[in-house]
């Protein structure tokens, strides 16, 4: 993919290839394994090749894990002021954070009102890489060759790879061609290749961890609305995300 930077009158353009002819379809069903399986491995890639870069670290205007943590969270955002989201999205997160602390045990609720640079410290010595911070499948065009071509990088920051990993599970909840667990399997399996080394158990599980605080950080509140609709895989959603969350707490404790 080509990009090109146009000035004119003052004002500065970005074109790109149109690549509308390989985006997915956009609809609310599984994607088939194979493709599932190229995107892990393109984002495990990604991962592997600024892994623990100290060039990264050096970067003031990436995003880290607690504006991540902040981005979607309950109540106000940082962004709020200059940035805020369409009115339909902020109602829809103010009634599913609502909703959701009426629903979450106690110290759930407590650990997600917490602020972002308290809450990292439990996680802030993972290895750090460069994130995408936006990994849903509107964002990613599968191309001729298996290649992914992934856009849409305004959130792109620095921090442990958990962080894409937690999102994507959550934002592509219906999309997924495996379960969530075998998603993460999956990934890990192509990190540690692209790493040429294994991952010790026990930072894995940490990894994980902070992957399911992300994406529930980040969207437990439309969780919430699934659960309010009633439906079966509303109800199922939301409590695999508790169950996961109430490990989280018994492993922070």
């Known amino acids: 993919m080509k990009l090109f930077l146009k000035t004119e009158k003052g004002q500065i353009a970005m074109l790109m290839n149109d690549l509308s002819a390989y985006l997915l379809p956009d609809v609310k069903e599984p994607i088939d394994l194979q493709t599932e399986a190229i995107i892990l491995n393109t984002l495990a890639s990604l991962h592997a090749s600024f892994w623990e870069s100290t060039e990264i670290k050096k970067i003031d205007w990436l995003k880290t894990p607690e504006q991540y943590f902040d981005a979607l969270g309950p109540g106000e955002h940082l962004t709020d002021s ?11 997160m103010n009634q599913g954070w609502e909703l959701a602390f009426d629903l979450l045990p106690e110290e759930i609720k407590s650990m997600f009102l917490q602020p972002g640079e308290k809450i990292i410290k439990r996680w802030e010595d993972l290895p ?13 065009a599968l191309m001729p060759n298996s290649r ?3 856009f849409d990088w305004a959130f792109a920051g620095q921090g442990p790879c958990s962080i894409d990993l937690g999102w994507y599970i959550a934002i592509n909840s219906t999309r997924l061609a495996r379960t969530k667990e075998d998603v993460i399997l999956l990934y890990r399996t192509f990190l540690e290749s692209h790493l040429n080394q294994p ?9 994980v961890d902070l ?3 992300t994406g529930a950080k980040m969207l437990l509140w439309n969780k919430a609305l699934g659960y309010r609709s009633g439906t ?3 109800k199922s959603e939301w409590n695999w995300w508790v169950q996961k969350l109430q490990i989280v707490v018994a492993h922070s404790n």
């Open 82 to 92: 200059f940035a805020p989201p369409p009115q339909n999205i902020l109602d829809s």
């Open 128 to 140: 750090t890489t460069f994130l995408h911070g936006d990994t849903k499948l509107s964002n990613m």
């Open 148 to 150: 992914i071509a992934a």
């Open 199 to 207: 991952i010790e158990e026990e930072t894995w599980l940490r990894m």
């Open 211 to 213: 992957a399911v605080f």
């Open 232 to 234: 079966e895989r509303g």
